[in-house]
């Protein structure tokens, strides 16, 4: 997102929906993607906004993964 936030800001005359379209085009196949689909943002700032919120959720996934991952590790430890 921000490579792309630095790109689209170099280009003169950009056109917002056009910037939309190629962004929503190179994002990989998941939720984030099933989302726009289902209602596509507004604006650049909506898209922007609602990725941040996205990429907090799965790293919050991700944490909660390896904490429940250490917490087996551990508990298979114990019973040994």
């Given at each position: 997102?921000?490579?792309?936030?630095?790109?689209?800001?170099?280009?003169?005359?950009?056109?917002?929906?056009?910037?939309?379209?190629?962004?929503?085009?190179?994002?990989?196949?998941?939720?984030?993607?099933?989302?726009?689909?289902?209602?596509?943002?507004?604006?650049l700032d909506e898209l922007?906004?609602?990725?941040?919120?996205?990429?907090?959720?799965?790293?919050?996934?991700?944490?909660?993964?390896?904490?429940?991952?250490?917490?087996?590790?551990?508990?298979?430890?114990?019973?040994?």
């Amino acid at each position: 997102m921000e490579r792309f936030g630095r790109v689209a800001l170099s280009i003169r005359n950009l056109i917002s929906e056009v910037a939309m379209h190629h962004m929503v085009t190179a994002l990989r196949l998941g939720p984030f993607v099933n989302s726009l689909c289902k209602r596509p943002a507004a604006n650049l700032d909506e898209l922007r906004e609602r990725a941040t919120k996205f990429m907090q959720l799965e790293e919050l996934l991700c944490f909660k993964s390896q904490i429940r991952a250490e917490e087996e590790l551990i508990e298979g430890i114990r019973r040994r």
